[in-house]
C-alpha cells in the first residue's frame, strides 16, 4: 500500500512540471521576405512561446487592424492572449504585459533597433517599450529594458 502511494505521488510529480511549462500560443504576422522575423520568432519560441508564423504581403492592413500607430510600427505584429507586441520586445516585457493585463491594445518597440531580440548589432541603451493605447497622444512608457 504505500509502496503504491509512493509511486502515485512520482507520478504526479512528474506531470507537475508539464504542466507549468506549457507553452504561451502567440501568432506573428510579418512580410514574407523579412528574416528578422524569423530570428524574432525563435526567440519568443526559445523562452516558453508557441509561435505561429503568417506572412502577409500588405503589413499596414495588419497594423491599422489591431490599432498599431505610423509612429510604434516595426516589421512585425505579435498576437497573444488580447493583446498586440509590435516589434523586437523583449520576452521580459510580454511577461509583465500577460501577468498584469494593463487595459491597453498592447506594446511596442517601434523601429528595428540593433541588439533587440531577433536582431544583429549591439544594444547601446534601454529600450523603451511603449504602451499602444485607444487615444492619440504620446505614448506612455510601459517598460525600460
Known sequence: MVRAILMAAAFLAMLLPAAATELVPATLYKNPSCKCCDGYANYLRSNGFRVTVIEHPNMTLIKQKH????DL???????????VVEGHVPVGAIRRLL?????????????????????SGTKDGPFEILSIG??????AVFAAE
Not at 490599432?67 to 505610423?70: F, S
Not at 501577468?99 to 536582431?119: D, N, Q, V, W
Open 73 to 83: 510600427e516595426s516589421c512585425h505584429t505579435v498576437l497573444v492572449d488580447g493583446y
Open 134 to 139: 485607444d487615444k492619440g497622444g504620446t505614448p
Open 67 to 70: 490599432g498599431v500607430r505610423d
Open 99 to 119: 501577468t498584469e493585463r494593463p487595459a491597453i491594445k498592447g506594446i511596442a518597440l517601434p523601429g528595428m533597433p540593433g541588439g533587440s531580440p531577433g536582431m
